[in-house]
């Protein structure tokens, strides 16, 4: 009898336990991404799991995916650097982070990457539009602005004020 339940709590033990990477997953996919950044950056720092492309990949994509375009960019980096190269999105969503994060020659260069060598077709028609965007960067910021921001004191002060008026 104690032999038989000894192989129960195993079997039980063993059936209720998930792999980090598992749950790392089921929380992306339940769209608890910091969560699952957490999780993803722990197996990361694990020696030796050689999957650290796809968690690179998936770290970006979380932080993609609640808008945290700019905090993306160095994992998506290292997937590529990596060699991670089975994922045609990968240069497109590095692209739009390198943008978000106001590198605009290298967002166009990886764009065009994308543009060459990508198959989603909604993702090509807006890394197109973006390539010419990216091109006109430099002159809008180097535009003289005709707006002077200055401060008025006599109505700003230091407390939280809003009163709409209609």
Known sequence: ?????????????????????????????????????????????????????????????CYRMSNRQRMATPFYKAALDGGMIDNDDLNFYYGMALKASEQYA?????????????TNTDHLRFARAEVKNLASVKEILEADSHTKIQACDAINTPAAEFAPVY
Do not use: P
Not at 29 to 43: C, H, N, P, R, V
Not at 106 to 118: F, H, I, P, S, T
């Open 1 to 61: 009898m104690n032999r038989y339940s000894l192989i129960l709590v195993s079997i039980l033990f063993l059936g209720g336990c998930k792999s980090a990477m598992k749950k790392a997953e089921d929380n992306f996919l339940s769209a608890k991404y910091e969560t699952a950044i957490q999780m993803y950056k722990k197996i990361l720092t694990s020696s030796g799991i050689g999957k650290e492309n796809e968690i690179n990949f998936r770290i970006g994509e």
């Open 106 to 118: 290298d967002a166009r260069a990886q764009l065009e990457k994308y543009v060459k060598a990508g």
